[in-house]
């Protein structure tokens, strides 16, 4: 069974930091995809990051600079370093994998990190 555990969340004040990890368990395949998605009190769930096995990643334009993905293929862990923080930052951060399987690509979700911007 596949697991994904979330931590490092938190109360930070703005122009702080923290660093969130993602550890997957139970996965017998590659996984392709490691990301992280937040969402806000009113609004949508959005892509923060997210890192290809190639290593390759995207940005939301809003953390572009400030926010750094990355992951530990031998331990299936992405993390994700998230610098000057903003009040606008404070949500629920979702860690999610694509993991390549014979039939085609299956999604999991972790439960979510909160993460606390605010003096």
């Known amino acids: 069974q596949v697991q994904l555990v979330e931590s490092g969340g938190g109360l930070v004040q703005p122009g702080g930091s923290l660093r969130l990890s993602c550890a997957a368990s139970?996965?017998?395949?590659?996984?392709?995809?490691m990301g992280w998605y937040r969402q806000a009190p009113g609004k949508q769930r959005e892509l923060v990051a997210n890192?290809?096995?190639?290593?390759?990643?995207n940005y939301a334009h809003s953390v572009k600079g400030r926010f750094t993905i990355s992951r530990d293929n031998a331990k299936n862990t992405v993390y994700l370093q998230m610098n000057s923080l903003k009040p606008e930052d404070t949500a629920v951060y979702y860690c999610r994998i694509t993991i390549v399987t014979t039939p085609g690509p299956v999604d999991y979700w972790g439960k979510g990190t909160l993460v606390t911007v605010s003096s």
């Open positions: 890192i290809n096995n190639g290593k390759n990643t």
């Open positions: 139970g996965i017998d395949s590659s996984i392709n995809v």
